[in-house]
Nanobody, 119 residues
Framework: QVQLVESGGGLVQPGGSLRLSCAAS????????MGWYRQAPGKQRDLVAT???????NYTGSVKGRFTISRDNAKNTVYLQMNSLKPEDTAVYYC?????????????WGQGTQVTVSS
């Protein structure tokens, strides 16, 4: 069974930085795109950034220039470096991966990690 385990969330002051990690494991044959999404209280889950297996990236407009997504294919891990954090970045951040197993291909989600930006 595929598991995505996130880490790195926490409380940070405005202007600060955090680095999120998400490691995938469990019968994986190949991982295609990986990404980060976030969900603030009372709002829908929105895309933050995605990265393909070849390293092509895509960001939502509000994080461009502040966040950087990267991945280590050998470790099946995706990262999100978040700089110049703002209160409006406060949300639960979820990792997503498009995974091929021997039995087929499916989308998987992590359990979420809380990021709170506050003074």
């Amino acid at each position: 069974q595929v598991q995505l385990v996130e880490s790195g969330g926490g409380l940070v002051q405005p202007g600060g930085s955090l680095r999120l990690s998400c490691a995938a494991s469990g019968g994986i044959f190949r991982i295609y795109a990986m990404g980060w999404y976030r969900q603030a209280p009372g709002k829908q889950r929105d895309l933050v950034a995605t990265i393909t297996s070849s390293g092509n990236t895509n960001y939502t407009g509000s994080v461009k220039g502040r966040f950087t997504i990267s991945r280590d294919n050998a470790k099946n891990t995706v990262y999100l470096q978040m700089n110049s954090l703002k209160p409006e970045d406060t949300a639960v951040y979820y990792c997503n991966a498009d995974v091929r197993l021997l039995s087929g291909r499916s989308d998987y989600w992590g359990q979420g990690t809380q990021v709170t930006v506050s003074s």
